[in-house]
């Protein structure tokens, strides 16, 4: 039933606009995260907020898993964290001008919001909210930026111009 967010506690990072998309849905938000943000932005959240900060990696997959989506309200260069995400079978809500989009797309693995104004996030988390997802197909995607696919394809490339290089 909760939006999930996973993020360092720093501006760029937005997670007071993330908490303020789920005020404004009325939605519990879950917080994984620390940094030098946390005592304002624990000011700035109402009941609905639960911040939690040193997960293990088994209890981290366990908020994902349970999470209703991933809320990205930054711009990520890639986002670990979305495929992650992706990875437990859950959608996620990022921008269409970030990394985010390197691993969503709108429609079948999540959201993309056209900017990110609290009201376009709103929007696109509604969306998400509002159909079922296929965990199996996100969790496919995910695998797609896994270490095995990236050397295949590296070893692709080098194929293709290194003179005589042959993958093992």
């Known amino acids: 039933d909760y939006l999930l967010m996973v993020a360092a506690l720093v501006p760029y990072k937005r997670v007071d606009v993330g908490i303020e998309v789920a005020t404004r849905m009325g939605r519990p938000l879950h917080v994984v995260g620390e940094g030098p943000l946390a005592a304002r932005l624990r000011r700035q959240a109402g009941p609905q907020v639960r911040f939690l900060q040193r997960l293990g990696t088994e209890e981290l997959r366990e908020q994902f898993r349970r999470a209703a989506l991933l809320?990205?309200?930054?711009?990520?260069?890639f986002g670990m964290v979305t495929v992650e995400a992706l990875a437990c079978g859950t959608p996620?809500?990022?921008l269409s001008g970030s990394g985010t989009a390197d691993a969503v797309q709108s429609g079948v693995h999540g959201e993309?919001?056209?900017d990110g104004s609290p009201q376009a996030l709103v929007a696109a988390c509604e969306q998400v909210l509002a159909r079922s997802w296929d965990r199996a197909a996100l969790h496919r995607r995910a695998e797609s930026f896994s270490r095995t696919r990236f050397r295949q394809r590296f070893g692709f490339l080098l194929e293709r111009h290194v003179p005589g290089y042959r993958q093992a």
């Open 71 to 77: 809320l990205v309200p930054n711009v990520e260069d």
């Open 92 to 94: 996620v809500v990022g």
């Open 112 to 114: 993309l919001a056209p």
